[in-house]
């Protein structure tokens, strides 16, 4: 779409404010910055979390079964493992059943 002519017979370009329907100046710096992101889970300044029972269980068992079974694609192995972690004996659900 060709830009607008103002009322002198000028041609007006649309700023990205104008095409939002906002008012104010894209020249001008906004005062208040976005929050950062912080690279830890547990807050600023906090230690990373180390790995669940279930993550580190599925990790050595996936590496298990891609030796064990080749052509079987990760999707199924991801189900069978996670099948098995239900009633493994290092799932902490199960170790209140003892």
Not at 48 to 77: C, Q, V, W
Not at 85 to 95: D, G, Q, R, V
Request: proline letters at 9%; one cysteine or more.
């Amino acid at each position: 779409m060709p830009p607008k002519k103002a009322a002198n017979g000028e041609k007006k370009s649309k700023s990205s404010f104008d095409a939002l329907g906002m008012q104010g100046d894209a020249d001008v710096p906004c005062d208040s910055p976005s929050p950062a992101k912080s690279s830890t889970s547990a807050g600023a300044g906090g230690r990373k979390k180390g790995p669940s029972p279930y993550n580190i269980y599925m990790k050595a068992k996936l590496a298990e079964f891609k030796e064990k079974f080749p052509d079987m694609t990760h999707k199924e192995r991801f189900k069978k493992v996670a099948e098995e972690w239900k009633t493994s004996s290092e799932n902490p659900a199960n170790k209140a059943d003892d």
